[in-house]
């Protein structure tokens, strides 16, 4: 069964602290997995595609890399604005394109100033 | 800049009521969706639309009716609610289909079934 696991499900950093979020697949063959930020009361707001192993992609403070089996989204010397869920989402080569994707729970980013 | 906006914000039924949600977008996109998030699991489509007079099942259908009359919105009804519908509802949009593009989200409808 195609699956998304984000790990961890929270994570407490001060401000300027670096780490890095996770998402694992197990599917059938990636087509492009996507990472969402979520504040809360908010919807979901689009930050990065990754279409291939070895990709990477920045925005600011974040950057997020991509292997066969996880990507992984770093943030370096984050600010209390970064603070949010961060969620990824996964689509597959069975998948239709028009609708199709599986979504990971998120990891909540707490940034303490 | 508008984008997607969903009314209500909130919410409260008893069972048995039913109740329609209304997504509206003003970025010309071909594509609807209609989401359900629901504490520690991943997004969950209900139902989606691929254009205008258009609609198809998703993930979890069932207990939900939509429609797409017009281009710039999605309704989504609940004929009649079940406390296993209390969710937050997110309406999200795109100009081709979600796996080609990234999608535009509402800030949700809150909605709780007494």
């Known amino acids: 069964e195609d699956q998304v696991t984000q790990s961890p499900e929270a994570l407490r950093l001060q401000e300027g602290e670096s780490s890095s979020l996770n998402c694992s697949y197990t599917?059938?063959?990636?087509?492009?997995l996507f990472w969402y930020r979520q504040d809360p009361g908010k919807g979901p707001e689009f930050l990065f595609t990754?279409?291939?192993?070895?990709e990477e992609k920045e925005k600011e403070r974040l950057k997020a890399t991509l292997t066969k089996k996880e990507s992984f989204l770093h943030i370096t010397a984050p600010k209390p604005e970064d603070s949010a869920t961060y969620l990824c989402?996964?689509?597959?080569?069975?998948?239709?394109?028009?609708?199709?994707?599986?979504w990971g729970a998120g990891t909540k980013l707490i940034i303490k100033p | 800049n508008a984008g997607v906006t969903q009314t209500p914000k909130f919410r409260v039924l008893k069972t048995g009521q039913s109740m329609t949600l209304l997504c509206a977008q003003d970025?010309?996109?071909?594509?609807m969706y209609w989401y359900r998030q629901d504490p520690g699991m991943g997004l969950r489509l209900i139902h989606y639309?691929?254009?205008?007079?258009?609609?198809a099942k998703g993930e979890v259908p069932d207990g939900y009716n939509v429609s797409r009359l017009k281009k710039q919105n999605f309704l989504l009804g609940l004929e009649s609610a079940a406390p296993s519908q209390t969710s937050v509802y997110f309406c999200?949009?795109?100009?081709?289909?979600?796996?080609?593009?990234?999608?535009?989200f509402g800030d949700g409808t809150r909605l709780s079934i007494l």
């Open positions: 989402a996964v689509q597959t080569d069975l998948m239709d394109s028009n609708y199709q994707l599986i």
């Open positions: 999200a949009s795109s100009y081709r289909g979600a796996g080609n593009q990234p999608q535009h």
């Open positions: 970025m010309n996109h071909e594509y």
């Open positions: 639309s691929v254009g205008e007079g258009t609609t």
């Open positions: 599917v059938s063959g990636l087509r492009g």
């Open positions: 990754l279409y291939s192993a070895g």
